[in-house]
Structure formats: structure tokens, C-alpha cells
């Protein structure tokens, strides 16, 4: 069975090139635009990855989803890959782990732009790691 990947991003471009990549990949993709429309798409898909947007309707509107996914019994196995724009530097993982106080509620971060191969390449790692899904 083809294993379901969630996109969760603003950009219908990306959206749409991210499809294309995993698409040719075998993967089966749905997408949603925004956290309200993402959890939406959840309660009719339980997707094996959900690839996140870190900014979208404001500038922690991803992290907050996230914390909101974890928490959330029916979706706290579901691996997530953040993606963002900026860069992944030391200094923003400490300040926004200081000001939530909490563990990171993802897999792993990707930044874009995305290269085909090791977007692919992420996936099927994050999926190894959490087998069963």
C-alpha cells in the first residue's frame, strides 16, 4: 500500500512541486493550506508523514499545529518533517525551545528550498524510524 504524505503549506507552488517529487515516488499526497484546513484533512486521512510549514498565517502558526498534533492522541504517532525558510541556526532552536519550554514536536526540519532527493530521501528516513505507521 502507498504510504500517505500530508502538506501542509502556503505556498501552492511548493505545494504543487512537492506533490510532483512524491507523486513520482509512489507516495499518495493530500495537502491543506493552513493549520485549520491541515486538521481538517486529518480527521478524514491518517497520513503515515505530515510535512509541515513552519509560517504560514503567522510566523509560529507551524509550531503551534505541531504542539497541537502531539498532544492530540489520535495524531501524537504521526511523525513530522518541519519545513521553513529560515535558517535552521543554533541561536532560533534555543529561543523557541525557551519560550515554549517544551521538546521539539517534530521529526525533523528541512529547509527550503527543497532539493527532489533529499526531500525524498527525509522521508523515507523519518518513516524507518517510526515503523507501523
Not at 510549514?53 to 504517532?77: I, Q, R, S
Not at 543554533?90 to 519560550?99: A, C, G, M, P, R
Amino acid at each position: 500500500m502507498a504510504q500517505e504524505v500530508l502538506v501542509v503549506d502556503d505556498d501552492p507552488d511548493l505545494v504543487e512541486a512537492v506533490r510532483i517529487i512524491l507523486e513520482a515516488e509512489s507516495f499518495v499526497v493530500f495537502a491543506a493550506r493552513d493549520g485549520s484546513e491541515a486538521k481538517k484533512r486529518l480527521a478524514e486521512h491518517r497520513p503515515d508523514v505530515i510535512l509541515l510549514d513552519v509560517m504560514m498565517a503567522t510566523d509560529t502558526e507551524g509550531f503551534d499545529l505541531a504542539y497541537e498534533l502531539v498532544d492530540d492522541p489520535a495524531t501524537k504517532d504521526i511523525p513530522i518533517i518541519m519545513l521553513t525558510a529560515m535558517a535552521q541556526s543554533q541561536n532560533y532552536v534555543e529561543t523557541f525551545q525557551y519560550i515554549t519550554e517544551r521538546p521539539w514536536p517534530v521529526s525533523m526540519f528541512l529547509e527550503k528550498p527543497i532539493a527532489p532527493k533529499k526531500l525524498v530521501e527525509t522521508i523515507r528516513k523519518v518513516l524507518e524510524e517510526h515503523p507501523g505507521r
